[in-house]
């Protein structure tokens, strides 16, 4: 994964910086457990990034949960990534610091957007971190 080699001593080690993250995922029906990978949520203090990638696929959701109607995931799915960057626009939550707004994110829910348990590594670059996690985790299918 980018930004999470081993230490090897050197420049790049100088700009490696702790991360956290969690995956997104959509649970249709709470009580029988059964979800699917919607996005990543990424945040790294040292350098200031909190930031967030969704993408719902609609065909594994109807396979998974027929009755579950897209269009009322979607806009909570899209919030978050506006929470991420703070957009006032998008309600209290928003307004908050960048570590409480991640925090607030990635804490246990039981609704059907819900956030995994948080992961942490070292990245010198959050963006292509963020990008190769949501690549990997949610947008490829094994």
């Not at 945040?43 to 396979?63: I, M, S, T």
């Not at 059907?112 to 590594?121: K, L, M």
Request: proline fraction near 10%; include cysteine.
């Amino acid at each position: 994964m980018p930004g999470s080699r081993p230490e090897s001593g050197g420049a790049c080690q100088r700009s490696r910086a702790p991360f956290e993250y969690a995956i997104i995922r959509v649970v249709p029906r709470v009580e029988r457990g059964e979800r699917l990978n919607a996005g990543i949520v990424l945040f790294c203090r040292p350098k200031r990034f909190l930031d967030a990638r969704v993408h719902l696929d609609e065909d594994l959701l109807r396979a998974l949960a027929p009755e579950c109607d897209p269009a009322t995931v979607r806009p909570h799915l899209a919030a978050i990534p506006r929470i991420c960057a703070g957009d006032r626009a998008s309600g209290p939550i928003a307004r908050l610091p960048m570590p409480e707004r991640f925090r607030w994110l990635v804490a246990p829910s039981s609704t059907v957007i819900q956030a995994s348990e948080v992961h942490a590594g070292l990245t010198d670059d959050p963006r292509a971190t963020l990008d190769h996690l949501f690549r990997e985790l949610v947008t490829e299918r094994a």
